[in-house]
């Protein structure tokens, strides 16, 4: 196959030239790499990629082509995509057709032939910073013009680029025995999934959605989901967060959500290196001392608390419940005294292993005991 030249230019000038894949084009986002060998599907498609242009550690992209199952939302986010080597087969029994074709199809501007593992030795050096990929001009001086002029991801507002328009329900499956109001800040749909196996049925809601309007039908737990972009940015979610809590409504965050929770906490978010981004991240779970694999698509992350693993806040002690074992990042958060907790990766994996299915449980446990002591202080009252 024949393909076009292609150049990638990195904001310090870093050139890679390649070959184009997908739609031909030109697109600018912040460079970041993933290390998972499976799963590119549910990357591409995940809401948390938007504005970032995602290169493939793994070598060879496209094997199991593309299916009608594995989407995690309406369509594939990503601002570009880099790859080493493109499959020339797709072999997979549930493939519906090639990557490539959806790319192109979708628009997505990609870039093959580069040499991906000097590119994400450069951005663990470096740092992430803003990329340009184009197969218009061949001209690197010319493209980094346009990568310098191009939008920075801290301070980026993206969630509303992705969140859902209209709520909608994800009903339980069997019986349906708790609700749960969803803040759609660029969810995935393993997650209303995740929660379906456990009776719960979701109801999901534009991140703008007002905290009247999440428990208007009397929700059992506010879920906040994971998302693109800076989570300074997300003050309106921030103070609905801390109106939750004020209630003791049950509360449960995963990545942009974990930031949120922190963040309305009194914990600051900053700006990881070159951030988590794969299938295979060591977490340990201090509740259980186990440790678990995850995955994880993460550029900022919260501040540890200056006191270490426990911090008093203005709703109670906090414990920092999980850490990276990796570089220490913080990784999870549970309130000791009020109904909320959350983990800075990805429970619903997809993809990715699903050693940390148990926060699901969790939820359930939570949400069973604030009913409990609901029940026991009616009767204390009447
Ligand atoms: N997956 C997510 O929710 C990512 C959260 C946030 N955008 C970050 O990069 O850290």
């Known amino acids: 196959m024949s ?26 986002g912040e460079a970041v790499f993933n290390t998972g060998m499976t799963g590119y599907q549910e990357t591409l498609t995940d809401p948390s990629y938007y504005g970032q242009v995602v290169a493939q550690t793994a070598p060879q992209i496209g094997n199991t082509g593309w299916n009608d199952e594995d989407d995690e939302s309406r369509r594939i986010w990503v601002a570009g995509y880099v790859v080493r080597d493109p499959s020339r087969l797709a072999s997979n029994w549930r493939a519906k057709r090639g990557l490539e074709d959806e790319l192109a199809s979708q628009g997505v501007v990609g ?104 428990l208007a039908d009397g929700p059992d737990a506010v879920f906040l989901s994971n998302g693109p972009g800076d989570p300074a940015t997300a003050g309106h979610q921030i103070s609905v967060t801390r109106e939750l809590l004020r209630r003791r409504v049950p509360v449960f965050g995963i990545c942009f959500g974990n930031q949120i929770l922190g963040r309305a906490l009194g914990l600051d978010t900053y700006k990881l290196k070159f951030g988590h981004r794969g299938i295979n991240q060591p977490v340990l779970d201090r509740h259980t001392n186990k440790i678990e ?30 850490v990276c074992l990796n570089d220490d990042v913080v990784e999870g958060l549970t309130c000791l005294d009020a109904p909320a907790y959350s983990v800075q990766y990805h429970p619903e994996a997809a993809g990715g292993p699903h050693d940390a299915d148990y926060l699901f449980d969790r939820l359930v446990e939570l949400i069973d005991t604030v009913r409990s002591n609901d029940a026991k202080g009616a009767k204390a009252d009447a």
């Not at 393909?3 to 030109?26: M, T």
């Open 3 to 28: 393909r076009a030249p292609a150049i990638l230019v990195l904001e310090d000038g870093r050139v890679f030239r390649g070959e184009a894949f997908g739609s031909v084009g030109e697109t600018f």
């Open 111 to 214: 870039i093959c032939e580069v040499d991906t593992r000097a590119l994400t030795r450069h951005l663990r050096e470096a740092g992430a910073m803003r990329v340009g990929i184009s197969s218009r001009t061949t001209d690197a001086e010319e493209l980094l013009a346009r990568v310098l002029a191009s939008p920075q991801m801290a301070g980026a507002n993206h969630v509303p680029a992705v969140t859902t328009a209209e709520p909608y329900t994800y009903e339980a499956k069997g019986t349906a025995a708790y609700t749960v109001a969803a803040v759609d800040l660029g969810i995935k749909r393993n997650t209303p999934r995740r929660l379906a196996e456990r009776g719960i049925t979701t109801t999901v809601f534009p991140a703008s959605a007002s905290v009247d309007e999440l």
């Open 293 to 322: 694999i995850t995955a994880h698509n993460h550029g900022f992350a919260l501040a540890p608390p200056e006191s270490g693993e426990f911090f008093e806040t203005e709703f109670g002690r906090v414990q920092v419940s999980h």
